[in-house]
T-cell receptor, first 114, second 115 residues
Framework: AQKVTQAQTEISVVEKEDVTLDCVYETRDTTYYLFWYKQPPSGELVFLIRRNSFDEQNEISGRYSWNFQKSTSSFNFTITASQVVDSAVYFCAEGGTSYGKLTFGQGTILTVHP | EPEVTQTPSHQVTQMGQEVILRCVPISNHLYFYWYRQILGQKVEFLVSFYNNEISEKSEIFDDQFSVERPDGSNFTLKIRSTKLEDSAMYFC?????????????FGEGSRLTVL
């Protein structure tokens, strides 16, 4: 069965520190997709990235980077030089060939202190 | 930038009452979804909808729930007789493609409080 584990419930850092959010997934699908969403205090879900299971290249977008390792079923997310505005709950999710059915992790609460 | 819009943003209702949550998906999207997030917990899939029928539903989506696309723009979630445990944030989402799980665009959510 599909399962996503975000072992870090809460992380607290000081501004400008780098922080990595861990995500481990389980899936029975051979083709699948991995996602990260940000949920700021206002509550909406903001899409950050989608990767498919065939593309293990790491990706960088500004201060954000993602490390996909199929061998360890992990899809970790790093924020470089964190800022207070990065404070949010971050969700990792997995989706296979079911129509838009994403399995979310429990989320990691990130607090960035000034 | 196109977005998914949801109404109401917050609804308070009495247990046993019917509730309808409304969503306007992005106009060229064909696949529609409802997800739920109980306060402080993870986001859970409820149902996916394509071509005027349910594609998949979770075990949460029991007979008390129904979805409908009554016209060309709205997508609704009805809870027939609300229970206390239905209190949650309900997110609507839409995507251009469903198979192979395209990018889902989420609305800002409708918070339902059942008293």
């Amino acid at each position: 069965a599909q399962k996503v584990t975000q072992a870090q419930t809460e992380i607290s850092v000081v501004e400008k520190e780098d922080v990595t959010l861990d995500c481990v997934y389980e899936t029975r699908d051979t083709t699948y997709y991995l996602f990260w969403y940000k949920q700021p205090p206002s509550g909406e879900l903001v899409f950050l990235i989608r990767r498919n299971s065939f593309d293990e290249q790491n990706e960088i977008s500004g201060r954000y980077s993602w490390n996909f390792q199929k061998s360890t079923s992990s899809f970790n997310f790093t924020i470089t030089a964190s800022q207070v505005v990065d404070s949010a709950v971050y969700f990792c999710a997995e989706g296979g060939t079911s129509y838009g059915k994403l399995t979310f992790g429990q989320g990691t609460i990130l607090t960035v202190h000034p | 930038e196109p977005e998914v819009t949801q109404t109401p943003s917050h609804q308070v209702t009495q247990m046993g009452q019917e509730v309808i949550l409304r969503c306007v998906p992005i106009s060229n999207h064909l696949y529609f979804y409802w997800y739920r997030q109980i306060l402080g917990q993870k986001v859970e899939f409820l149902v996916s909808f394509y071509n005027n029928e349910i594609s998949e539903k979770s075990e949460i989506f029991d007979d008390q729930f129904s979805v409908e696309r009554p016209d060309g723009s709205n997508f609704t979630l009805k809870i027939r007789s609300t229970k206390l445990e239905d209190s949650a944030m309900y997110f609507c989402a839409s995507s251009e493609i469903g198979f192979n799980t395209g990018e889902l665009f989420f609305g800002e959510g409708s918070r339902l409080t059942v008293l």
